[in-house]
């Protein structure tokens, strides 16, 4: 159980293209779904917090009109990233937790994202 | 949120078992202590979680002394490919939407024959 699923798994393309990576949870649901950033050899860093239904809440630093989240329902959340640059070229993770106390995150397994 | 400290990295040996201890000296009454498991290319996997005393799972177990400062993540037996980059997290997941987690660097573990 608890199993996330995040959609492509890569992706490259050109300058200036906009490119939406999906993440879905399977088999639950979850009104909130994070989605972290992560480069090499680095650790993970939070972008966002997805709430179903509720605009997201981004960490400082990071452009809400550059990474565009929509949660559109329990299982599904998407991100957007606009008009991108090489310099946004990194690994995408997302996570969702179940609802109800004392459920951790679950984690998809990252888009690679390679912007030339 | 609590800041963890954890050690850079650690070697071992196939068949050791090997304990992973991780520092929170400020966590929160609400807060639970989730470990992470994390390849190359991946996204980090669950492995254990837990609030106090010993919890215990198929893969692990986690030790939390009393005044809950510290962890420590017990890996019986590791094998080759339990080399990974280990997390421990801390957050409150109690919260009705959702714990935010702030990722410390990690724990790189490698396994040698």
């Known amino acids: 159980g608890a199993v996330v699923s995040q959609h492509p798994s890569r992706v490259i393309c050109k300058s200036g293209t906009s490119v939406k990576i999906e993440c879905r949870s399977l088999d639950f649901q979850a009104t909130t779904m994070f989605w972290y950033r992560q480069f090499p050899k680095k650790s993970l860093m939070l972008m966002a917090t997805s709430n179903e239904g509720s605009k997201a809440t981004y960490e400082q630093g990071v452009e809400k009109d550059k990474f565009l989240i929509n949660h559109a329902s329990l299982t599904l959340s998407t991100l957007t990233v606009t008009s991108a640059h090489p310099e946004d070229s990194s690994f995408y993770i997302c996570s969702a937790r179940a609802d109800g106390s004392n459920q951790p995150q679950h984690f998809g397994d990252g888009t690679r994202l390679s912007i030339l | 949120l609590a800041k963890t400290t954890q050690p850079i990295s650690m070697d071992s040996y196939e068949g050791q078992e090997v304990n992973i201890t991780c520092s929170h000296n400020n966590i929160a009454t609400n807060d639970y202590i989730t470990w992470y498991q994390q390849f190359p290319s991946q996204g980090p996997r669950f492995i254990i979680q837990g609030y106090k005393t010993k919890v215990t799972n198929e893969v692990a177990s986690l030790f939390i002394p009393a005044d809950r400062k510290s962890s420590t993540l017990s890996l019986p037996r590791v094998s080759l490919s339990d080399t990974a980059v280990y997390y421990c997290?801390?957050?409150?997941?109690?919260?009705?939407?959702?714990?935010?987690?702030?990722f410390g660097a990690g724990t790189i573990l490698r396994v040698k024959s």
């Open positions: 997290l801390v957050g409150d997941v109690v919260e009705e939407y959702g714990n935010k987690l702030v």
